[in-house]
């Protein structure tokens, strides 16, 4: 299994619903609490595991804005994993999450540093790194309803723009909305390749408009619409 | 990269101890300081493993969990970070071992076969430390090799000061490592120059190729959060450009220039005071070099953060 | 696969479901609790409104719960102290409830107009309107006035439905989707949800708005227009529409008043008017016959179009005949309205015709046999797919009204309104135009009011003025400044109130209102006329009541502080009688129950107006002999009954909760819907979905569910009589009241076109515009409402300042970079803030995020919080007047006809700020923390047990190679 999300960006609205999601499920979930700093004072920050960052593509007038949601991509060649001294950072054979054993992790930061996708931020004040476990408590949970074993980000996008499945099975919808959404990946070049894909926004066709006919005046116009009432009406007549 | 001091602290200082004890152990061998008396390679290596020390344990400072750096020996096989750490301590029994021998037998077949071995482990070291820089692909100013040459060639710099220093009053000794000094000077000023210039040129990923939009100009518009998260603090480091040009100069400066000056002689017969201002004058130069390879090093989280290139 | 632990103890867990209230679009949700803590707030899959999706807001319930400025205690303003300053004294329940009680009984038993209620954006109007009719007060509204009443007034003035929260586009049908001017809206989540359906099946999304961000970024096709010019867009659409002959003539002349005959006799007091038979039915014009004849016989063959003589010699057109001579007019001409509106004329054709098109090229049919009001069987619905939305960015200017109706306009000429891919209604909509129901005007001491409070005038006769023309609300709503103000002017009530203007009040109350911050106009002046003293030393305003659960910036202005539950809290009820959470084929309500104990002294505001309510011996409340009539709130919801079988909650009605919508009291009510997820579902047969303002069999069912008051059908105004009387009046042409001052009249010939319309925005008529260059709005945040989630430790993490954005080629070439400071002046004042620049901005506009800025020391917040000393309000600009004008009366900033208040006519000059000078201003003082306000904490590790971690076996460890 390779398990992971598919991020639409052509219906991603930016409303960060998917990060507070996560927030709010991981905070007490396995690798919880994820702990905030000055909450309430000058600087609040905390430890996500999910960003929505707001980009402009193009230059006025001809601009797009486009709502990219990120985190762990849990990436088939994950340098964060290689990287890790201790091997509290590992990738699971058996679905290819990518995750942290907060028992093991000693804080040195070296992971972080190795993701190119920013997906992981230490606790400060737990001295371990955190990150995305793609929800793995949530997924293989058997007291939830099946159609809630998924990722609490998933779960809640409120414009569908977040899907979770298998890579390895070709007939999952993840896999198929790559396939015909021409999904890809996100600074492929750097070859860690990222499990998690994108849709790129949808290229519309050109909107087929009625043939204009602005042959007459407005005088006219009316002229011919009421002989076109008295027709109808003389017909209906004769009826 | 903001660069932590602890970890600046760590790399120069354990560098230096580790250029020493490889010049020390080899000296003899390699015909750098084949008259270097028992006593005073018990000294310097006493030194050297100091410095090493020290530079180790400024690095546990670094983590945020320094309960569990015992851990880090567990990935030998794939993280330099865990090789350098299994070095680290193998290093220690046998430099021990070696000091020890070189104390109670003195200068020997044995302590000469121990040196070599602590001259390979340290050079060994140098290049775990530094590849662990090195391997990272997200940061271009790093992942190249001129990381581990400048990473080697300045332990070495700062280790051949300081031997210097301590065997200042062998003339014969002295002029011979002055003559490796300045040969280290010059390489490492050349190769640190390469490095400048090199990573002068934007390359690697773009804000484009970043996000998948490559058509059109990409910018941010808002990055989702007011105030700074542990992403923005551990990459989003920026420095003044005039600020880098002239810690650059800096860094030339009391890496190279003034060293290189102060022990070819070239103002006034080199003195104890000459090697003791070198020796500084480089340490507090590859320092300011340490910095400038975290400020400069630029991640490509930034990226999305809005930066163009890296 | 290696097995994983137990993370969850679920036997310690338990699940409630209930109402989320982090906004007011009021989705059903899941709340997982471990003990008092909640675990998880998701969405409720079976919720009618959100079905299982939650948006960030809902997302962070639990922060608002840990909120640090919940009130805990009520609080009374220390005597000897100044309002505003912060000093209060913790008092119990019951002394605060004497006290209010004491002051309000005195008020009802002499001049209970001197009771001001007003209620900002709260969802429970149903209760206090009773209330405040109960308490015989006219001087009750809710938000409606400064929020968006200019589109319900558009909407159930023209088509009978509207915009805002009580329609919706048909999501699952539509093809082409228009969205003007919104940003985020109360249907959070089902905009969101539709949209990604729209986009799935391949319909075209385009977005009106000056900004592309939000719901703009995933258009296909986005029109940055400038602001306050959408109207004059959307007759340029209706005159490219008629001359290509784009329009849907059956629809037309079925469900419009487009056949009816329009009096010309200019100069007189008929002009203008509907023609009538002498049984006041209204006529057209039989072809047959060539006479008028009745408009509800629908055999008639009716002319639709034509100018026509009665034999009494009466002239008369249809209405049809005088939209296309105004419409077909060069005015309207694409070419025309380009510059103003700063969309290409190119593009304002095209996208008439793309959407001509789809209605007529692109018709789709659901083929459900239906039978319409005169008894004519159709096979099928037939669905001209194109479908629209609109809100602030069209309510919210002084022409807001009519551009409203212009936008109807256009759906109507597409046959669009109501049928399968148009915009639907949801139940209770579509009503009558407009609804049967006129404001109350007169009160007595200790008695109820015969009507409520707000109402639909249908002529100056309806206006809540007295003899000499003055108004009689301390709002002025429904005067001649705002004679359809069907919402009341919230917006102005501090002002009037302060300046006894109509008069002096003694007691206001406000629920869930921040009037002393984000909610008012001109803020820095509202907080000085909070605390201005008449001659004897008192209060201009003696006494103000604030209910709200947190520590707002009016909390700070408030002599006695009654502190409200979380949503998390308390019992309460989103009912039909009120803004409805109902679908469009289904008609819902719901309720929230406490699934948390509060841990303060605090009460439900729902319990403390049936109590007081019951103090003060309200009919509705208690008996004669002045016992309760209802033991307390939940047991007032399941008896009460506004008509019988009629009450707060239509479902699980019956003694046995067998019956919906209609029945006896069931004594088991919460339970039944507690039992249902907390809410309740009616769904309308299937041939009852669509053209229901003409559907025989849902009329007959509105009106037997109380819905409507008769079940004839719904027509749909092109030409409002009801306007045009007021034409008259300022023509002083009417038979009724007419108005004295010229400006008034003036007002009533200029903006009370019969026929949607468009006009320069107040304020830019008034102010020297190149003085003046830029529009300046707002737009919400998706992830915080109002001025309530700076409190919350999860959202303000993704803003705590906002910057005032510009268009970057425009800002460049004014040498204004990416955050500099700058200076934003109006005609009223000034504010000092950061730039950021951005590409997806009409480059004559400037805007930023709504209710950012916070007053220091209020919601819980460092004094130092980015909230107060880099986030701003717009709202300094924006005063609650317009600009004057030599010796006329100071005039509301408002919509001229319904009173709307205008906050997006705002225009701006910026300039550079000097070198050094930085931080927001104005800086106002910081709030004094509240007695017994807890410290906050300096970091945050919310969790409702230990994490259970997955152990990576150390074996693992060591033989893995790489990564497998
Ligand atoms: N998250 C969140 N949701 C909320 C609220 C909240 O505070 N936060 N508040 C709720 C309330 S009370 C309300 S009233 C609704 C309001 O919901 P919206 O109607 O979405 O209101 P605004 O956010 O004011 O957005 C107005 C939009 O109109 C655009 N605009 C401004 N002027 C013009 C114009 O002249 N023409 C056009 N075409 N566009 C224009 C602005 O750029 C902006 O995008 O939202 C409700 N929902
Ligand atoms: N510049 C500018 N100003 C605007 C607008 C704009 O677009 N631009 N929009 C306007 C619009 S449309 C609106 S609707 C208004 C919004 O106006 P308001 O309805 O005044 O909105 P809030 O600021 O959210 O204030 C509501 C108050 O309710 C309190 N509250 C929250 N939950 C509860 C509860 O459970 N019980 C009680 N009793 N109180 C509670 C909050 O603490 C807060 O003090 O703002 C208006 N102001
Ligand atoms: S996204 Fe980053 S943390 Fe996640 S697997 Fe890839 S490299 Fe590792
Ligand atoms: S921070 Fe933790 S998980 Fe990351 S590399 Fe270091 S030890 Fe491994
Ligand atoms: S999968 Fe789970 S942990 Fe990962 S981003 Fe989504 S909610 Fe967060
Ligand atoms: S919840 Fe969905 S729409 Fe909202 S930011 Fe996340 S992915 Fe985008
Ligand atoms: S839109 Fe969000 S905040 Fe509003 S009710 Fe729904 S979930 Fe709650
Ligand atoms: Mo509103």
């Known amino acids: 299994m390779k398990l992971g999300l598919v991020i639409d960006l052509d219906t991603c609205v930016g409303c960060h619903a998917c990060a507070v999601a996560c927030k709010q499920w991981n905070t007490s979930g396995t690798t919880g609490p994820l702990s905030d700093y000055q909450p309430y004072g000058e600087e609040p920050s905390g430890v996500w595991f999910n960003r929505i960052r707001h980009y402009e593509v193009g230059d006025y007038p001809t601009n797009k804005t486009i709502n990219a949601p990120m985190s762990c991509m849990h990436c088939d060649d994950a340098a964060c994993v290689t990287v890790c001294p201790t091997g509290a950072s590992y990738k699971r054979e058996e679905d290819g999450i990518v995750l942290v054993d907060q028992s093991k992790c000693m804080g040195c930061n070296l992971c972080s540093w190795a993701c190119p996708y920013g997906a992981r931020e230490l606790d400060e004040e737990a001295g371990v790194m955190k990150k995305c476990t793609l929800c793995v408590d949530r997924i293989y949970d058997e007291n939830l309803p099946e159609e809630e074993r998924k990722p609490a980000c998933v779960l809640t996008c409120p414009s569908h723009a977040r899907f979770f499945g298998d890579f390895d099975d070709p007939q999952s919808e993840v896999s198929s909305l790559v396939r015909e959404r021409g999904g890809y990946a996100m600074m492929p070049e750097l070859g860690y390749q990222p499990v998690n894909k994108y849709l790129p926004p949808r290229q519309r066709p050109k909107a087929p408009t009625v043939a204009a006919k602005q042959s007459e005046d407005s005088g006219g116009l009316i002229a011919k619409w009421l002989k076109r009432q008295k027709d109808a009406f003389n017909q209906l007549g004769e009826g | ?310 | 696969m290696a097995a994983l632990p137990e993370f969850e103890n679920h036997a310690q867990q338990s699940i409630k479901t209930t109402t989320c209230y982090m906004c007011a679009c009021r989705c059903g949700i899941k709340v997982t609790l471990e003990g008092n803590e909640v675990r998880f707030i998701q969405g409720n899959p079976k919720h009618p409104v959100n079905k299982g999706v939650l948006c960030a807001k809902g997302n962070a319930g639990i922060m608002k719960q840990k909120s640090p400025a919940k009130l805990t205690q009520p609080l009374l303003r220390k005597a000897g102290t100044e309002r505003g300053s912060g000093e209060f004294e913790p008092i119990s329940w019951d002394t605060a409830l004497d006290l209010l009680t004491q002051r309000l009984r005195k008020i009802r038993a002499t001049d209970p107009k001197k009771l001001a209620f007003f209620t900002g954006r709260d969802q429970m109007q149903a209760l206090t309107g009773l209330w405040a009719s109960q308490f015989g007060t006219i001087n009750w509204a809710a938000h409606g006035g400064f929020c968006s009443v200019n589109m319900a007034a558009g909407g159930l003035y023209m088509t009978g439905q509207s915009f805002w929260e009580f329609g919706d586009p048909d999501w699952d049908h539509a093809k082409y989707f228009m969205l003007w001017g919104v940003a985020e809206d109360h249907a959070s989540n089902p905009i969101k949800i539709g949209l990604e359906k729209l986009k799935r099946r391949g319909a075209k999304f385009v977005a009106i708005n000056p900004v592309r961000t939000g719901y703009q970024a995933i258009a296909d096709e986005w029109i940055g227009i400038r602001p306050g010019t959408d109207g004059l867009l959307a007759l340029a659409f209706v005159h490219v529409l008629l001359k290509n002959e784009q329009f849907d003539w059956d629809f037309l002349s079925r469900y419009t008043n487009s056949t009816q005959l329009v009096i010309d006799a200019p100069g007189t007091s008929e002009h203008g008017l509907l023609l009538r038979d002498g049984s006041g039915e209204l006529q057209v014009w039989n072809q047959a016959t060539n006479a008028p004849d009745a408009w509800v016989d629908t055999r008639v063959s009716a002319a639709l179009f034509g100018e026509f003589k009665t034999v009494e010699g009466v002239q008369v057109k249809t209405v049809m005949t005088l939209l296309v001579e105004k419409y077909l007019s060069d005015d309207y001409a694409p070419e025309n309205v380009a510059q103003r509106t700063g969309v290409d004329a190119s593009t304002i054709e095209r996208l008439a015709l793309e959407m001509a098109h789809v209605a007529f090229k692109e018709t789709i049919t659901i083929d459900t046999p239906w039978e319409d009001w005169a008894g004519r069987k159709h096979e099928k619905f037939v669905g001209r797919p194109v479908a629209m939305h609109a809100m602030r960015g069209i309510s919210a200017h002084s022409n807001g009204f009519q551009t409203c109706r212009a936008i109807h306009l256009v759906q109507i000429l597409l046959g669009a309104v109501d049928c399968p891919g148009s915009h639907l209604a949801k139940p209770p909509f579509p009503k009558h135009v407009a609804p049967p129901v006129k404001p109350a005007k007169h009160m007595a001491p200790n008695t109820p009011l015969a009507s409520p409070p707000l109402g639909f005038p249908m002529g100056p006769e309806d206006l809540v003025i007295d003899d000499n023309g003055d108004p009689l609300r301390i709002d002025k709503a429904y005067s001649w400044e705002a004679p359809i103000a069907n919402h009341g002017m919230m917006h102005m009530v501090i002002n009037n109130a302060v300046k006894g203007d109509p008069y002096s009040i003694d007691t206001l109350i406000l629920f869930m209102a921040n009037m002393s911050w984000n909610s008012s106009m001109n803020t820095a002046e509202v907080q000085q006329l909070l605390k201005k003293k008449n001659d004897d030393g008192e209060y201009c305003l003696p006494f103000i009541v604030t209910c709200d659960a947190f520590h707002s910036e009016m909390v700070n202005f408030s002599d006695l502080v009654l502190p409200d539950t979380t949503y998390l809290e308390r019992f309460d009820t989103i009912s039909l009688l009120d803004r409805p959470i109902s679908e469009p084929h289904a008609a819902c309500d719901s309720i929230r129950q406490a699934s948390i104990e509060p841990d303060r002294d605090v009460r439900p505001w729902q319990e403390v107006l049936i109590d007081v309510g019951t103090r003060l011996g309200f009919p509705a409340l208690s008996n004669e002999d002045g016992s309760a009539k209802f033991k307390d709130y939940k047991d007032f919801i399941v008896n009460w009954e506004k008509a019988p079988g009629i009450g707060f909650l239509a479902g699980f009605r019956g003694e046995n909760g067998e019956k919906s919508m209609l029945g006896e009291p069931n004594q088991n009510k919460w339970d039944a819907y507690i039992e249902n997820d907390c809410f309740f579902e009616y769904k309308l047969p299937v041939n009852q979905r669509y053209y229901r303002f003409a559907n025989k069999d849902y009329l007959a069912w509105a009106k037997s569910v109380g819905f409507n008051a008769h079940d004839g059908p719904i027509v749909m105004e092109l030409y409002s009589e009801t306007l045009q009387k007021f034409k008259l009046a300022g023509q002083g042409l009417y038979d009724g009241p007419l108005p004295k001052a010229d400006v008034d009249k003036q007002r009533l010939i200029d903006y009370f076109d019969p026929l949607p319309d468009w006009y320069v925005p107040l304020e830019e008529q008034r102010i020297d515009n190149k003085a003046f260059e830029f529009h300046a709005v707002n737009q919400r945040p998706m992830f915080m409402y109002h001025s309530w989630d700076s409190q919350n430790a999860w959202l303000r993490q993704i803003m705590t300042h906002n910057y005032l954005y510009m268009n970057r080629a425009k800002a460049l070439s004014m040498g204004i970079e990416d955050l500099a400071w700058v200076w934003v002046s109006s005609h009223h004042s000034e504010i000092r803030c950061q730039v950021k620049l951005m590409e997806g901005c009409n480059p004559d506009t400037v805007w930023t995020w709504n209710a950012i800025g916070k007053q220091s020391g209020a919601w819980g917040l460092d004094k130092n919080a980015p909230e107060s000393k880099r986030g701003f309000l717009m709202n300094h600009l924006i005063s609650e007047l317009l600009p004057s004008v030599e010796g006329e009366r100071r005039l509301t900033n408002s919509d001229p006809v319904t009173g709307q208040a205008a906050w997006y006519d705002l225009k701006v000059n910026i300039r550079l700020a000097a070198p050094g000078e930085t931080g927001v201003y104005p800086e106002f003082d910081t709030i004094k923390p509240l007695p017994s306000m807890s410290d906050t904490p300096s970091v945050l590790k919310y969790a409702t047990h230990t994490a259970v971690n997955i152990e990576r076996s150390m074996s693992d460890v060591i033989k893995r190679g790489g990564l497998r």
């Open chain 2, 1 to 310: 990269m903001h660069p932590a001091l602890s970890v600046i602290f760590f790399t120069v200082t354990s560098g230096a101890g580790y250029g020493l004890l490889l010049l020390l152990g080899s000296a003899r061998l390699s015909g750098i300081a084949p008259e270097i008396s028992s006593n005073q390679t018990l000294f310097a290596g006493i030194v050297g493993l100091v410095l090493v020390t020290l530079g180790l344990l400024s690095s546990t400072l670094h983590l945020a969990n320094p309960k569990n750096a015992w851990r880090s020996f567990a990935r030998f096989k794939t993280s330099w970070l865990s090789r350098e750490a299994v070095f680290a301590i193998l290093f220690y029994p046998i430099c021990l071992v070696w000091l020890a021998v070189v104390w109670a037998v003195g200068n020997s077949t044995l302590s000469l076969v121990l040196g070599l071995f602590v001259a390979v482990m340290s050079i060994v070291i140098l290049v775990c430390t530094a590849m662990i820089y090195a391997s990272l692909k997200t940061i271009r100013q790093w992942n190249n090799p001129l990381t581990t040459v400048n990473f080697i060639l300045l332990g070495l710099l700062l280790g051949s000061l300081i031997l210097l220093l301590m065997l200042h009053q062998q003339n014969i000794v002295v002029s011979r490592l002055i003559v490796i000094s300045v040969f280290l000077i010059s390489l490492s000023a050349l190769t640190k120059i390469i490095y400048f210039v090199w990573i002068g040129q934007p390359a690697g990923p773009t804000i484009n190729t970043a996000l998948g939009f490559t058509r059109a100009t990409v910018r941010i518009l808002d990055v989702g959060h007011s105030s700074d998260t542990f992403l923005n603090k551990e990459f989003g480091y920026e420095v003044a450009r005039a600020r880098l040009i002239w810690l650059r100069c800096l860094c030339v400066l009391l890496a190279f220039v003034v060293p290189a000056f102060l022990v070819s002689g070239v103002i006034g017969e080199v003195g104890f005071i000459h090697l003791i201002a070198a020796a500084f004058s480089a340490y507090v130069g590859v320092f300011v070099e340490r910095w400038l390879f975290f400020a400069e090093a630029r991640h490509v989280v930034n990226l999305y953060h809005g930066r163009q290139q890296t």
